[in-house]
């Protein structure tokens, strides 16, 4: 019996020792654990702050270091921040000279995106700024049937908008009246993507049409009564 203790007691530790490996986790340089190694992660430039049209998807590089040497076979984890868009993979393994990438989809908002890699107890944070995209759509911003005293003059504006409704600037907008005199014929959207124009009515009552067409869209029209 005695013997038999001897024999099964070295093997039942060396069990015990082969399975007592922690939680798992990817690896880097020297076999250890990204979630607790001091890597160093940094990105270039030309990632940290791009701007490109909503929806692009772009290519985005890390690095990442170890004692200020390249790190290879590190996994990456890849977080996007709420609404700044879709990821190719949630993880990626840098190669040999310690790059790790990933595709990037921005969301379909005009704002800024944010995306953050980790890698231990190591971060960096990019952003890319998405653009509204083509002007689709052009509709009233301000009230589509004004009255005022006659002589009186009102403020008309439109805004334009791409397909996912984001306000496009920089579209010229021509006004053309039924009457009455417009303070200008063309204006342009601005940040907001409005246009704008001053209409001012005769002395004598009437109704006016006030209509607004930017190339390529439907035209909007406004309905102007001086009483």
């Given at each position: ?10 093997f ?15 690896t ?16 270039d ?16 590089s ?33 190669d ?63 805004r ?34 409005n ?13 006016y ?19």
């Amino acid at each position: 019996m005695h013997r038999f203790l001897k024999i099964a007691l070295p093997f039942f530790a060396a069990a015990a020792c082969s399975s007592d490996g922690g939680s798992p986790g990817g690896t880097g340089p020297g076999g250890q654990n990204n979630n607790t190694t001091a890597y160093a992660v940094s990105a270039d430039s030309v990632f940290l702050d791009r701007t490109a049209p909503i929806g692009t998807s772009l290519e985005t590089s890390v690095r990442v270091a170890l004692g200020g040497q390249p790190a290879a076979n590190v996994a990456v984890s890849w977080f996007t921040a709420a609404g700044s868009g879709s990821l190719s993979a949630k993880t990626s393994t840098t190669d040999a000279d310690g790059v790790a990438s990933v595709t990037w989809k921005l969301s379909d908002t005009a704002h800024v995106n944010t995306l953050t890699a980790t890698a231990g107890t190591g971060s960096v944070n990019v952003k890319a700024t998405g653009t509204p995209g083509p002007a689709t759509a052009i509709s009233a911003a301000s009230a589509d049937s004004t009255t005022v005293v006659a002589g009186a003059s009102t403020l008309i504006s439109v805004r334009v908008v791409d397909s996912f409704g984001n306000r496009v600037s920089g579209i010229p907008v021509a006004w053309a009246s039924s009457g009455g005199s417009l303070s200008v014929t063309s204006s342009t959207t601005g940040p907001a993507g409005n246009a704008d124009v001053v209409f001012l009515t005769a002395t004598t009552p009437s109704t006016y049409s006030v209509t607004a067409t930017a190339p390529g869209l439907s035209s909007v029209s406004f309905k102007v009564i001086g009483f």
